[in-house]
């Protein structure tokens, strides 16, 4: 053993008695050469599509995906493949796509994403990250075969050229408008929003005094008792109770809001003929007398129809209100911005009316990555910020901060 040791210490760092050292750096050169063949030859046999295929989650997920898209079949027969997409062009790039791509390897190996259930539950990590890494690029997958320069915007449909072409202007990342253009979009559903933890912080100190006015930091649940065991319905984000008394960790509120007089009357809303939900009821909860009390009735001269001004006391859980809506306002302005200007410049929130905003909004909606409770934040924002309540339409009313709207 110690002249084997010996031997290969020799081999290394002894210059050779038999051997010239031009055939040495000669043979280098060449072992080097066929390495980084080898190397080259393995890397690129990684970037084939049939190797992404031999993973079954690829195979049975994703595939079946991508084939249902244009990518894979078109009257021009081009079709974009795997690594078009996924891996970058260039090689230090590439290089480190493949070591970052060992996490999805140790996934599949560990089971993380082994079934269809368990990669769907995780189908938004993955998302996010691939978002993440075509923001930071710039797309540059995409722009290999789609490049603003190369573009006939003269020849696309009206709407397409004024999207694309502010895009242009820009130099704007792909992804930012195309998520979801070769696979599935992630179940946004339950996610959760981060700068909502700065809402329930500030809800937790909040000082409540009985007798003055507050507003609702998300949909949170209401209940008949104090005890918060009978639930009558939701409070919206943002909607406006009179806090009435603090025991323990429940509080008893009194909403002063407007129905519509048809049906069961559920949904409730904070402004006479504004769309503008603040609390939802229960069914069997909402025409209780016991509990609902009806102040006036009034007849909406735009649809005939008759508005009711309802009042009820009902409990909620305690740290759930701000004395101020601002705060929810500033995280509903920035997702606003940032997210729905990614594909085109957004409206100016007074560019329509309080009841035009959500069917308007839920055509756009679809196109972003906003959880339910931040798209309800945003809904709320551009309906009490629309024409309704703008200086720029209507008189400004000081004591709700924004302005009245003109209705009767």
Known sequence: MKRLLAFIRDLFLRPSARIGLGVLVVGGFVAGAVAWQGFNTAMEATNEEAFCLTCHTMR???????????????????????????????????????????????????????????????????????????????????????????????????????????????????????????????????????????????????GVEEGDEYYAILPRPLYRDAALTQPVGTIEVAARVKVLETQGDAQRVELELWRKNKGYGRVWYSHFGLNIVSAILEKEISRDEDLVTVLEAREDPLTGLEWQQVKAEVWLAAESLLDSPEEIWTIARSSYNESCSTCHRQPDEAHFDANAWPGLFAGMVGFTSLDDDTAKVVLK??????????????GADPTLGVVQTARP
């Open 60 to 206: 049975d997920n994703l595939l079946p995906e991508l084939q249902k898209t244009v990518h894979w079949s078109n009257r021009t027969g081009v079709r974009a493949r795997c690594p078009d997409c996924h891996v970058p062009h260039e090689f230090t790039d590439k290089v480190a796509r493949k070591m970052q791509a060992s996490r999805e390897v140790l996934g599949q190996l560990v089971g993380t994403i082994g079934t269809r259930e368990k990669f769907n539950e995780h189908r938004i990590v993955l998302a996010r990250r691939e978002w993440r890494r075509l923001n930071a690029n710039g797309s540059r997958e995409c722009r290999a075969c789609h490049d603003y320069k190369d573009m006939d915007f003269d020849r696309m449909r009206p709407a397409s050229q004024v999207a694309m072409r502010a895009a242009a202007e820009r130099d704007q990342s792909c992804i930012g408008c195309h998520k979801g253009i070769a696979h599935q979009l992630p179940d946004l559903k339950g996610e959760h929003n981060p700068a909502f933890d700065t809402l329930v912080s500030a809800a937790a100190g909040q």
């Open 381 to 394: 924002y551009l309906q009490t910020h629309s024409a309704d309540f703008r200086g720029t339409a209507h």
